[in-house]
């Protein structure tokens, strides 16, 4: 497995949010993680990236041992995180924001291979790519933080509500790009979304947290077809 997580406990000062969480991305795979609002899975992103230092259990990448490791050592690994509302240099243009995704790779080559392949998995980006961020719309936005994210050629994308606020057809076009992701950038996705329908269309896995313990640990399939889904994930 690329990612696994075992036994998790993590949360903020004396507050424990989530509690012995255990779950596996394997290569190229989408693995969506579903839940009501403060079920805990922003803050399982969080210990994950290394944002907050989980308080028990472990966090392997790789088959190496990364927990409580800094967010700039993960992005090193092969780690990429575009949390919830992930912002973009609006003053900047689109082809600068694009470069700066990449200003931690060593060999610019590789970044420019890499922003050619981002531009072709989202063709507004090459379009509007000398436009200041600022100028575009919602979605494009959207577009622009995930490509970014992208250029640094990840293995392992962790997103954070990437169809928040966008509209109903922005939507299904950025589950359309998650879906490339895995399939034509060879990198594995760990998918936290309030929209289960979108998000099980795409997984190949789902796990289900509810008062920040694992619910629900199977296929994507199983989980949109069964009779407790609704009952899942408002965490009853």
């Known amino acids: 497995m690329l990612l696994e997580v075992s036994e998790l406990e993590a949360g903020y000062g004396e507050k424990r ?12 795979e989408v693995v969506a993680l579903l839940g009501h609002n403060g079920a805990g899975k922003t ?3 969080n210990a994950i990236f290394g944002v907050i230092r989980p308080s028990k259990g472990t966090i392997r990448f790789d088959d190496k041992n990364i927990t409580g490791q800094k967010p700039s050592d993960n992005v090193r690994d092969g780690i990429g995180y575009s949390p919830q509302g992930a912002e973009v240099f609006r003053t900047l243009t689109v082809m600068d924001n694009l470069l700066l995704g990449g200003f931690a790779v060593a060999d610019q080559t590789k970044v420019a291979q890499s922003i050619i392949r981002i ?5 507004p980006l090459y379009e509007r790519r000398n436009f200041r961020a600022g100028a575009l719309s919602g979605g494009e936005r959207q577009m ?4 970014a994210l992208l250029v640094s050629s990840p293995r392992l994308v ?3 509500e990437p169809s928040g606020g966008l509209s109903p057809l922005m939507v299904g076009k950025m589950y359309d790009a998650i879906r490339d992701v895995a399939e034509k950038l060879d990198a ?6 309030q929209d289960a329908n979108h998000a099980l269309e795409i997984a190949q896995r789902a796990y289900v947290l509810a008062n920040g313990r694992v619910t629900f640990d199977g296929t994507a399939r199983e989980l949109a077809g069964s009779p407790d889904l609704g009952r899942l994930l408002v965490g009853f």
């Open 144 to 147: 622009l933080s995930l490509g």
């Open 119 to 123: 531009q072709e998995l989202f063709p």
């Open 43 to 45: 803050t399982l992103l």
């Open 158 to 160: 962790i997103l954070d």
């Open 188 to 193: 594995s996705v760990l998918l936290v979304e």
């Open 17 to 28: 949010v989530i509690s012995g969480v255990s779950l596996v991305v394997g290569e190229r």
